[in-house]
T-cell receptor, first 114, second 115 residues
């Protein structure tokens, strides 16, 4: 069965410093993986997706993630945090069995300090 | 603009009342989903529909009901049988074709509070 573990429930960084949000997955298949961002009281917005075309995936707003099969990881990074990056981030794996089910991690809340 | 709309943004319900949350999409997507979000728990799937006039229970369907009479619309009813309905509800849609890789598009959400 597919599952997703986000290793940190909260991450705090200073503006201008790098961001690392960690995600490990479990999948019996070659997975599709996503990172979504959610600002307070808003819906989810897709940051990036891995679809086996390339292991390093670039997304919006300067974020990128690297798929590492040997480590079953899909960590999200950004070289320099901006105040507007403060939000909740969800790592998601697609369950290929039948109905496009997405399996969500519990989320990581990113705080950015001046 | 193509997208998903949910209404109302905020909804208050008295105990024992049924309420219906609206979800409309103009993306021409076949599949639609309802999720419930509670603090620190990520999103949990309530119901999904892959095609008009068909829907399936997700992981936490008890106390909820849905209909899918039109491709564009997938309303969710929170019944009085739902013991703890206070939560943030998100609707999503997707085009289940090979090239979409199951990406889902989300609405802005409805926050339901039971008084």
């Amino acid at each position: 069965a597919q599952s997703v573990t986000q290793l940190d429930s909260h991450v705090s960084v200073s503006e201008g410093t790098p961001v690392l949000l960690r995600c490990n997955y479990s999948s019996s298949y070659s997975p599709s993986l996503f990172w979504y961002v959610q600002h307070p009281n808003k819906g989810l917005q897709l940051l990036l997706k891995y679809t086996s075309a390339a292991t390093l995936v670039k997304g919006i707003n300067g974020f990128e993630a690297e798929f590492k099969k040997s480590e079953t990881s899909f960590h999200l990074t950004k070289p320099s945090a901006h105040m507007s990056d403060a939000a909740e981030y969800f790592c998601v794996v697609s369950d290929p069995g039948g109905y496009n089910k997405l399996i969500f991690g519990a989320g990581t809340r990113l705080a950015v300090h001046p | 603009d193509g997208g998903i709309t949910q209404s109302p943004k905020y909804l208050f319900r008295k105990e024992g009342q049924n309420v219906t949350l609206s979800c409309e999409q103009n993306l021409n997507h076949d599949a639609m989903y309802w999720y419930r979000q509670d603090p620190g728990q990520g999103l949990r799937l309530i119901y999904y529909s892959q095609i008009v006039n068909d829907f399936q229970k997700g992981d936490i369907a008890e106390g909820y009901s849905v209909s899918r009479e039109k491709k564009e619309s997938f309303p969710l009813t929170v019944t009085s049988a739902q013991k703890n309905p206070t939560a943030f509800y998100l609707c999503a849609s997707s085009s289940p074709d090979f090239f979409s890789y199951n990406e889902q598009f989300f609405g802005p959400g409805t926050r339901l509070t039971v008084l």
